[in-house]
């Protein structure tokens, strides 16, 4: 069972910037972030393998940068020029090394609002 701390979240506005981390009980194959708003589906912000492969959601790229940090077992998300549209509960996940199995966190809000 993987454990996930997510920090990070809170209020800001517009144009203005976050970062979220989350840091993982043990290495795994991927981190990343996904991101749910108020009647909305599920959907990529970013992920990065171990290796530094990265991928984007269309909606982020170029204003989110994802990072991890191997020797910390924690993935960051650097979030600059947010928009309200990025207010949502983001949430951490992970696949395991082994047999990519995932595992969530429970999520942190973040709100852009004036």
């Known amino acids: 069972q993987v454990q996930l701390v997510e920090s990070g979240g809170g209020l800001v506005q517009p144009g203005g910037s976050l970062r979220l981390s989350c840091a993982a009980s043990?290495?795994?194959?991927?981190m990343g972030w996904y991101r749910q708003a108020p009647g909305k589906q599920r959907e990529l912000v970013a992920v990065?393998?171990?290796?530094?492969?990265?991928d984007y959601g269309a909606s982020v790229k170029g204003r989110f940068t994802i990072s991890r940090d191997n020797a910390k077992n924690t993935v960051y998300l650097q979030m600059n020029s947010l928009k309200p549209d990025d207010t949502a509960v983001y949430y951490c996940?992970?696949?395991?090394?082994?047999?990519?199995?995932?595992?969530w966190g429970q999520g942190t809000q973040v709100t852009v609002s004036s």
């Open positions: 990065i393998t171990i290796s530094g492969s990265t």
């Open positions: 043990e290495t795994t194959f991927s």
């Open positions: 996940t992970v696949e395991t090394m082994d047999l990519r199995r995932p595992y």
